[in-house]
C-alpha cells in the first residue's frame, strides 16, 4: 500500500503563489503516476494534473494550464504543484493521488489540504 501526505496550502490573496507538496512511502514511487485533484465547496472532486513515469505523460486541466506546474522528484519521492496567479475559484482542498502507470483508476489518495484564494 502507499501514502500520501499532502503539505504546503494555505490562506493567499487572488494573484499569489503557493506551492504544495505531496510525499510518498510504502510503494516504488518511480513506478506510478502522480496526480493532483481538487474539490471545492459544494462541487465534486475534479482533475487538475498529473505526471506520469516520464515527463512527456504530463497533462493538466484546461483551468489551470500556464499557471500551474506538476514536478517530481523520484530520489525524494515527492510531488510538487506550484501554483501560480491564485484566483479565488481555485478554491478548495487539494488531493495527492497516484496510480500504477499501467492503470486508469487512482488507487491511493492523499488526506488533503486547504487552499483558500481571497479577493
Known amino acids: 500500500q502507499v501514502q500520501l501526505v499532502e503539505s504546503g496550502g494555505g490562506l493567499v490573496q487572488a494573484g499569489g503563489s503557493l506551492r504544495l507538496s505531496c510525499a510518498a512511502s510504502g510503494g516504488t514511487f518511480s513506478t506510478y503516476a502522480m496526480a493532483w485533484f481538487r474539490q471545492a465547496p459544494g462541487k465534486e472532486r475534479e482533475f487538475v494534473a498529473v505526471r506520469g513515469r516520464y515527463s512527456i505523460n504530463t497533462y493538466y486541466a484546461d483551468s489551470v494550464k500556464g499557471r500551474f506546474t506538476i514536478s517530481r522528484d523520484n530520489a525524494k519521492n515527492t510531488v510538487t504543484l506550484q501554483m501560480n496567479s491564485l484566483k479565488p475559484k481555485d478554491t478548495g482542498i487539494y488531493y495527492c493521488?497516484?496510480?500504477?502507470?499501467?492503470?486508469?483508476?487512482?488507487?491511493?489518495w492523499g488526506q488533503g489540504t486547504q487552499v483558500t484564494v481571497s479577493s
Open positions: 493521488a497516484a496510480r500504477k502507470s499501467s492503470s486508469t483508476n487512482y488507487e491511493y
